[in-house]
């Protein structure tokens, strides 16, 4: 399984961006599909994930309501589209998958599989 993170970049305070994460090899198996960011000198924090059981999706309080996840099962392509983006979203973000994770767990801990990170800088 591998997964691939895209679409970070430079974006102004209020703006939009729209992460993009694409699976090989990803088996029906991996229920969980998670997006989690990095910043300098914090530790990991999840933003967004789902569980594919339900298709529930979940969110940290931070980006309620300004955050979304969506999917193509037909591209096996995840995204999260992020927007009023404030400078405290700058981070490297990265995107995961696993077999055992479920509800609203997909938001914390460890995952099996992770893609390398995008980088998203919010700033004037």
């Known amino acids: 399984v591998q997964l691939q993170a895209s679409g970070g970049g430079l974006v102004q305070p209020g703006g939009s961006l729209r992460l993009s994460c694409s699976a090989s090899?990803?088996?029906?198996?991996?229920?969980?599909i998670g997006w989690f960011r990095q910043a300098p000198g914090k530790g990991r924090e999840g933003v967004s994930c789902?569980?594919?059981?339900?298709?529930?999706?979940y969110y940290a309080d931070s980006v309620k309501g300004r955050f979304t996840f969506s999917r193509d099962n037909a591209k096996n392509t995840v995204y999260l589209e992020m927007s009023s983006l404030e400078p405290e979203d700058t981070s490297v973000y990265y995107c995961a998958a696993d077999r055992f994770k479920r509800g609203s767990n997909c938001l914390h801990g460890y995952f099996e599989v992770w893609g390398q990170g995008t980088q998203v800088t919010v700033s004037s």
């Open positions: 789902i569980d594919r059981r339900d298709d529930s999706t």
């Open positions: 090899g990803i088996t029906s198996d991996y229920y969980a």
